[in-house]
C-alpha cells in the first residue's frame, strides 16, 4: 500500500550518541589485576635474572594499568553522588587508591602492592554498603 | 583568526546531502529526541552560530552524528583542568541532554567533544534546521536547548 510516510522517511541516519553501560560492577576485577601485581614483585623478589626481571615488570605495569581502569569505571559510572551519604570519602578513597595504582606500576616494594589491595578492599567496602553486590551483578545458579 | 577557505569541490560534495536525517539515541533531549525527522542544509561551508545543531561525522569513529554547537574557531573552551583554545577550523560540540537525565533513563554519558575533543571543519556535514516529523513537533530548530 502506497503511504507518504514512506517517501517522506529520511534514509540518512545520525546519531546522538550516549553511552550504554551494561550496569555490570564490582570492584572484584580491581582485587585480581591487583593480586598479580602483588604476585608478580614476589616473584621478583625470588629471581634475579635480567630477561625475567624485565618480562615481570612489563606485566606489572600492564596488570596495574588494568587495575586502574577498573577503579575509574566503578568511581565514574557505578558511584553517583547519593552514594555519598553512605560513604563520605568515596572521592578521597579512589583518589588514594587510584595514586596507590600509580605507585605500584613504578615499585618493586610488596608493602605498595600490599597497601593497593587494602585500598581495593575498602571500595569493595564502600560498594556493598551502597548495595552493589544486590544490584549489579548477575545472579549465579544455586545448586 | 580566519578560518581557511573550503576547497571548491567540498560544495558540490555537500550539495548532494544528505538534505534529510532521521534521528536515533537520546543525547540532544529535549530539543531533539530519537525517531524525528530532520531538515538539514548539506551547504554550508563555515561552523555556525553558537547553539546551531549540526550534523557531522565524529572525529574518531567517522559515525555520523548531531550534537549543537558550543563553541567556534578560536573560542576558548574551559575544562575541569585548564582551557583550550580551538583552532582556525574547530568547533566544539556537546550533546544537550544533562548527565543525570541521561542515567535516570539507564544510558551512560553523552558521547561528544568531551570524549573525542575538538572536531575539524571537513568532518561537518549540515547544519540541522527543520523538524519535519513526528507532525506534532513540526517546527524550525532553535538554537536552545
Known amino acids: 500500500m502506497f503511504r507518504f510516510s514512506d517517501i517522506l522517511a529520511p534514509k540518512t541516519t545520525v546519531h546522538a550518541h550516549c553511552d550504554l553501560p551494561c550496569g555490570i560492577y564490582d570492584p572484584e576485577q580491581a582485587r585480581i589485576e591487583a593480586e598479580s601485581c602483588y604476585k608478580i614483585i614476589e616473584k621478583m623478589g625470588q629471581n634475579s635474572d635480567a630477561t625475567f626481571t624485565a618480562r615481570a615488570i612489563g606485566i606489572k605495569e600492564e596488570r596495574a594499568e588494568l587495575v586502574k581502569h577498573h577503579l575509574d569505571v566503578l568511581w565514574h559510572d557505578y558511584f553517583k553522588p547519593e552514594h555519598l551519604d553512605k560513604v563520605p570519602n568515596l572521592h578521597e578513597l579512589f583518589w588514594n587508591a587510584t595514586k596507590q595504582v600509580s605507585k605500584v606500576k613504578a615499585s618493586t616494594d610488596i608493602a605498595d602492592a600490599k597497601k593497593l589491595l587494602d585500598l581495593i578492599d575498602e571500595v569493595d567496602a564502600a560498594w556493598k554498603a551502597t548495595g552493589g553486590d544486590a544490584k549489579t551483578r548477575v545472579a549465579k545458579q544455586t545448586a | 583568526m580566519t578560518e581557511p577557505k573550503p576547497r571548491p569541490a567540498a560544495g558540490l560534495r555537500r550539495a548532494r ?12 533531549r529535549p530539543a531533539i529526541e530519537p525517531g ?18 549540526v550534523v557531522f561525522r565524529e572525529p574518531d569513529s567517522g559515525t555520523l552524528a548531531i550534537k549543537r554547537v558550543a563553541a ?8 575541569d583542568e585548564g582551557h583550550l583554545v580551538l583552532g582556525a577550523d574547530e568547533a566544539w560540540l556537546l ?51
Open chain 2, 36 to 53: 524525528d525527522w530532520l531538515l538539514v542544509d548539506p551547504t554550508v561551508r563555515r561552523w555556525p552560530r553558537r547553539g546551531s545543531v
Open chain 2, 17 to 28: 546531502g544528505p538534505w534529510r536525517v532521521a534521528v536515533s539515541e537520546a543525547s540532544m
Open chain 2, 95 to 145: 550533546s544537550d541532554a544533562r548527565d543525570a537525565e541521561l542515567l535516570e533513563a539507564g544510558l551512560g554519558r553523552p558521547i561528544d567533544s568531551r570524549r573525542y575533543g575538538p572536531v575539524p571543519l571537513e568532518c561537518l556535514v549540515g547544519r540541522a534546521w527543520f523538524r519535519y516529523g513526528p507532525l506534532r513537533r513540526i517546527g524550525r530548530i532553535g538554537r536552545g536547548r
Open chain 2, 72 to 79: 567556534r574557531p578560536a573560542d576558548r573552551v574551559d575544562l
